[in-house]
């Protein structure tokens, strides 16, 4: 089982950029399937994007190509999702998720836009 | 949104079963395995079912996962009051239109 561990609450202006970090420990870091889910509030599961770093590039869902950026840092078995023009709708909660079925989940960051 | 539809609600008496749906298409459950992820109220969704009917650890017998076509079920048996949560299913989808990992639009399952 792998542990993930997600940075904190964050609260940005519409416009802005958010970076959510995400600690793995346990397991081998560099051949992970490492995901990015969101849940905006009351609603279901999105899947973002996602990155196995020993390949080094992520691969997005359509709807956030050019807004969303997922890497990751061997070195500290941290992996990044940063989020840019936000807007209202990008308030929810973003979970980092391990495993090509999704075996284990962060505890979640909440992001909040406003204006 | 999504590409994968469940019913949006189901509810039983303890000890009963339900039967959760998950419908898509040959991009996606009909040429992938299908997952389902178990989501109680406030946490963090959790693995229940991979490669469509293979428990994962920790997950009860009463848990079990089918798939037929573009179609794929989850079956709760001897519902308990702990199972009142919010399931989703999910797969690989090949059509990069909606992007690589797609889940189902979710299902909250009361118990009476």
């Known amino acids: 089982q792998v542990l993930l561990e997600q940075s904190g609450a964050e609260l940005k202006k519409t416009g802005s950029s958010v970076k959510v970090s995400c600690k793995a420990s346990?397991?081998?870091?560099?051949?992970?399937?490492i995901n990015w889910v969101r849940q905006a509030p009351g609603q279901g599961l999105e899947w973002m994007g996602g990155?196995?770093?020993?390949?080094?590039?992520?691969k997005y869902a359509q709807k956030f190509q050019g807004r969303v950026t997922i890497t990751a840092d061997e070195s500290t078995s941290t992996a990044y999702m940063g989020l840019s023009s936000l807007r209202l709708e990008d308030t929810a909660v973003y979970f980092c998720?391990?495993?090509?079925?999704?075996?284990?989940w962060g505890q979640g960051t909440q992001v909040t836009v406003s204006s | 949104q999504s590409v994968l539809t469940q019913p949006p609600s189901m509810s039983a008496d303890p000890g009963q079963k339900v039967t959760i749906s998950c419908s898509g298409s040959?991009?996606?459950?009909?040429?992938?395995?299908v997952s389902w992820y178990q989501q109680l109220p406030g946490k963090a969704p959790r693995l229940l079912i991979y490669?469509?009917?293979y428990r994962a650890s920790g997950t009860p017998d009463r848990f079990s996962g089918s798939k037929s076509g573009t179609s794929a079920t989850l079956v709760i048996t001897r519902l308990q009051a702990g199972d009142e949560a919010d399931y989703y299913c999910?797969?690989?989808?090949?059509?990069?239109?909606?992007?690589?990992?797609?889940f189902g639009t979710g299902t909250t399952v009361s118990v009476l």
């Open positions: 998720v391990v495993g090509l079925t999704f075996d284990d």
């Open positions: 346990g397991g081998t870091f560099r051949t992970y399937s």
């Open positions: 990155i196995i770093p020993v390949f080094g590039t992520g």
């Open positions: 040959s991009s996606n459950i009909g040429n992938n395995h």
């Open positions: 490669d469509t009917n």
């Open positions: 999910g797969t690989w989808d090949r059509s990069l239109s909606v992007g690589l990992y797609v």
